[in-house]
Every structure is written in C-alpha cells, then in structure tokens.
C-alpha cells in the first residue's frame, strides 16, 4: 500500500476545517492511538516503519484516507430579519438655535466668573511688584 502525502490539499479542502480543527482531530487521534486503539486502515509492517511507528503520522494518514468518524460541528449563529429602527430627526430653526445659545451664554455668566483678557500692561506692573517684594 502506498501512503498517501501528509499534506491537507486532497480531501480537507472539502470539509474546510481550520488548522485548529485539524490538530484538535490530529491529537485526539493519535493520543487514541497511542493508547493501542486499533487502527482504522489497514496499514503493512514496512509502510509502519517508515513513518517509525509515530501515532500522529498514522493519525495523519487516517485523516487523509478519510476513514476518521471524528466530526466537528459548527453551529451558525441565526439569523434575524428586521428593519432598522432611525431616530426621528429633530429640525431646528436658526431662531431656536441662536435663542438656544444666548441663553447658554446667559447661564454661563450667571454661574461664574468670565476670564477677562490680560492687558500687558498691567502685567508689567504686577511683575514689578513681585520682584520688588522679593528683594526686600
């Protein structure tokens, strides 16, 4: 018998597993097979020693051969079918909006203190003065 490539073209593009899917099926069989589990081809002594008796490359074969009754189930998450729920956009007039925002203003000059604007001079003179104090 001939061994069949170790590679994943052949029959797995099939199936479309993952790489995941394919060592997660790879490991649970050769871990089977490592613990005597009988073989599902029928493989001869010579073709055995040349893969050295090595359960993954056995396991390989088998998945290859599709004889494997391992499956991976893929559930899809189901669909739903419904229209798209909008917002009712609100108009505002340019009145409502300048009203809107004079009266923002009006809040924020109530609420606080407005920074004013710094006169140069005054900070000259307030230099000065510091520098004054400390030097005395």
Known sequence: MKIPMLTFTNKMDNR????YEK??????????ISMNAPLLI???QEDLEAVKFDALK???IELTSDVLPISI???FPEKKHEKLKRAPE???SDDKKVEGEEGEEKEIIEGGEIMELANPDEEAEEDNTDSGEEAE
């Open 16 to 19: 479309d597993f993952t790489k």
């Open 23 to 32: 060592a997660r099926i790879l490991g649970a069989r050769a871990l089977q």
């Open 42 to 44: 029928k493989i001869n």
């Open 58 to 60: 056995i396991a390989e």
């Open 73 to 75: 189930k893929k559930p």
């Open 90 to 92: 609100v108009k505002v």
